[in-house]
């Protein structure tokens, strides 16, 4: 079988696709190309428009979802045009798709994207909708790359923790024996991105400047804090779904500044992790930290003040660039998927047992 696989990510934070070029016939597996498409204003706009009910939401998602699958065939086609690789060496794409609903308490979870389409527009083998598998089998659906995270970043040496900072936060424990572990622990930079927009007309506060000229508003923040889910007791994920700017208005009282709210927020992320490190994930000596976040410099010193005695670093330091490392662990779980072997890792999720993820479309 062919060891080179494409891993497509679009995030909640809806900024666009990130696409890697992973060779998987070395050990550790290497990292051939990369390549961001970008999501348009209107884009953007339409898929913010479905995380909410509204009119005509099965028609608006269809097309959507062909949206996406062209602009993921451009990500994959540009990938490849620039690592000098023909579409026939590869063994698949394995493509997360657009979340717009994540419910595993009632029984589902939605992604976008016309992986049928997205075959056609490539000539490769598509693997998509990983979650829905560990979700029929009683698990959370998220997060699932803890799998990957334990294959490229465990230490037989150091208790390592990865964190990824995405529009929503989530950990994974890597201890030097025994279990991995892993849980969603709350917002990561979805408030951040959408407050800023809101009120900068920006997508992200930049190295968080805007939410440093700010003050922490600690009653607002108790009120932030105080919500359920961050006592909750993994298993667990989150979404958009909970943590949107009309959960954050209900704890404020309108007359706030924005930047102070922003420095709200931004604090809110990194004491929620570290809250969430000391309760889930004692021993934990370094935490390495990816996902968009991570280049957030004001966000990951706030994260490293909440966590004092242990080191906070980027995957950079172990050989994959932060911004990379979801979109490699979507190609990890696409050849699982396309090798027959599972995906899951039900001390992460709450599934059964292990599952093979991933509805494959053959090319």
Known sequence: ??????????????????????????????????????????????????????????????????????RYADAALELLAGAGVEPTAVAAIGCHGQTVRHRPDLGFTLQLGNAALLAEATGISVISDFRSRDIAAGGEGAPLVPGFHATVFRSPREHRAVLNLGGIANITNLPPAGSVS?????????????????????????????????????????????????????????????????WLEACLRGDESPADVQATLLTLGARSVGQSLRDWCPGVQAVYVCGGGARNGALVRALAGSLPGIAVRLTDELGIPAEWVEAFAFAWLARQGLRGEPGNVPEVTGARGPRILGAIYRA
């Open 182 to 246: 892993g849980f969603d622990c709350g917002p990561g930079n979805t408030l951040l991105d959408g407050w800023c927009t809101r009120h900068r007309g920006k997508a992200f506060d930049e190295d968080g400047a805007w939410a440093e000229s700010g003050r922490v508003l600690h009653d607002v923040l108790d009120r932030l804090l105080a919500d359920p889910f961050f006592r909750r007791r993994p298993p667990k994920s989150t979404g958009r779904e909970a943590f949107n700017l009309t």
């Open 1 to 70: 079988m062919a060891e080179l696989f494409i891993g497509l990510m679009s995030g909640t934070s809806l900024d666009g696709v990130d696409a890697v070029l992973a060779d998987f016939s070395a050990n550790p597996p290497r990292l051939l190309g990369t390549n961001h498409e970008p999501f348009d204003g209107d884009l953007r706009r339409r898929l913010t428009s479905l995380l909410e009910p509204g009119h005509d939401e099965l028609h608006r998602a269809a097309e959507l979802a062909n949206a996406l699958a062209m």
